[in-house]
């Protein structure tokens, strides 16, 4: 019907004309869904910390959405949304609980192996128009050669299991887009937070209020490296609105794309933003990040093979595929709140005394050698 309209106009509006087309063009490329208006979508998790905004969203927009998970997490699960109550891991629970069920997408958060994927293909190959493919921007090459990462940038991660793992799992659906035609869709999202973290490098993951306690009683906060290393940090709902772009569009089948947030900051600047939310200016103390791994080597993956190096994304593909999106949420705005959310219910507060104890180790053996350095002049 509009490529009837723009044919009718006048040849004196040839220049409307030509700039319909073009956008005409475009919605044809890069359409945002051309399986009907309304959707039915099972997500595999879909209660934990990025996918909560996701389910969110896709119920908002009308879509039928189903949440297969153990039904643990049901507070995080949004009104409208049907559960299937079963484990993933559990092949013949999920086909009873899913029999003479099909579905146009297929978006599983919580896999992490290859053999996940293997099994995912087997249950769903044949029964949905789109698999999604939750991956991770960490198993971009690291140290990266150029420092604006895009999908092209090769996936290599000396430094972390779990980012190669991810890796496998991306190799092993496009063998099978090769071989059987299985259309999978692969997102890497980078560090992604909203209510109930707050993101940060050095921080206790099971108790994020931690770091928020730390400032406030004046302690000093670990940053690793100088803090001049870039980051971005994205907030779980616009992330949403990337991932949700993407459900329906044929053309995203066997590609790959990162969702971030087009706000670059310094880890600095970072931890000074999530102080100014708390309402102090943190006491910050620089520490190499080698010296940190000596006290935990666990935390390779996370530092070497993730936030020590510069991460910054050209999210130009993504836009490209799903016209009109954009991050709007800046981390000043989302950080505080995540921090109202926490104070809201003073029980989310939680202290992790081990990790403080730790940070109080790290920063008196670094500062005794820093003393040593100088009395050796």
């Known amino acids: 019907m509009l490529k009837c309209f723009v044919k009718s106009l006048p040849l004196k509006n040839n220049i409307v004309q030509i700039l319909l087309c073009f956008f005409l063009q475009l919605h044809i ?10 959707m039915k979508i099972l997500f595999i998790g879909g209660t934990g910390l990025i996918s909560t905004a996701s389910s969110k969203l896709v119920v908002e927009k009308g879509h039928e959405l189903y949440l297969l998970n153990r039904g643990n997490r049901s507070d995080f699960s ?8 079963a484990d993933i891991n559990d092949v013949s629970e999920v086909e009873n609980a899913t029999k003479g069920m099909n579905f146009d997408a297929v978006v599983n958060w ?5 053999k996940e994927i293997e099994r995912d293909i087997k249950l769903f190959a044949g029964k949905t128009r789109q698999y999604i493919f939750i991956s991770s921007a960490s198993a971009y090459q690291k140290p990266v050669l ?3 990462i895009d999908e092209s940038t090769p996936l290599a991660n000396p ?5 190669r793992n991810k890796a496998a799992c991306e190799d092993r659906l496009m063998e099978e887009y090769r071989k059987n035609g299985f259309p999978f869709t692969t997102v890497r999202p980078s560090l992604t937070y909203g209510d109930v973290l707050i993101p940060a490098a050095v921080t206790s993951w099971n108790n994020p209020w931690s770091l928020v306690d730390r400032m406030r009683k004046g302690k000093k906060i670990i940053v ?4 001049t290393a870039l980051w971005s940090m994205t907030h779980n709902t616009d992330f949403a609105k990337g991932l949700v772009g993407l459900l329906g569009n044929s053309q995203a089948i066997a590609h790959s794309f990162h969702i971030t947030t087009d706000e670059v900051l310094s880890w600095d600047q970072i931890y000074k933003t999530i102080g100014a939310a708390a309402g102090v200016t943190p006491d910050i103390i620089h520490i190499p990040t080698d010296f940190l791994m000596l006290f935990d080597p666990s935390e390779e993956g996370n530092l070497l093979g993730d936030k020590a190096p510069s991460a910054v994304f050209d999210n130009s593909k993504i836009k490209k595929f799903v ?8 981390f000043a705005e989302g950080v505080k709140r995540t ?26 053996a670094y500062e005794l050698g820093v003393a040593v350095a100088k009395g050796a002049k």
């Open 29 to 38: 490329i890069y359409p945002s869904n051309e399986w009907g208006e309304f």
């Open 78 to 85: 949004p009104a409208g949304a049907n559960i299937i109550k």
């Open 110 to 114: 919580i896999a992490f192996t290859p």
């Open 146 to 148: 150029n420092y604006l």
């Open 159 to 163: 430094h972390w299991e779990y980012s």
């Open 224 to 227: 690793h490296g100088d803090g």
């Open 323 to 330: 016209p009109g999106f954009v991050a709007t949420m800046s």
């Open 339 to 364: 921090i109202d959310w926490f104070e809201a219910k003073p029980e989310r507060c939680v202290v992790d005394e081990a990790w403080n104890a730790q940070c109080d180790r790290i920063i008196a």
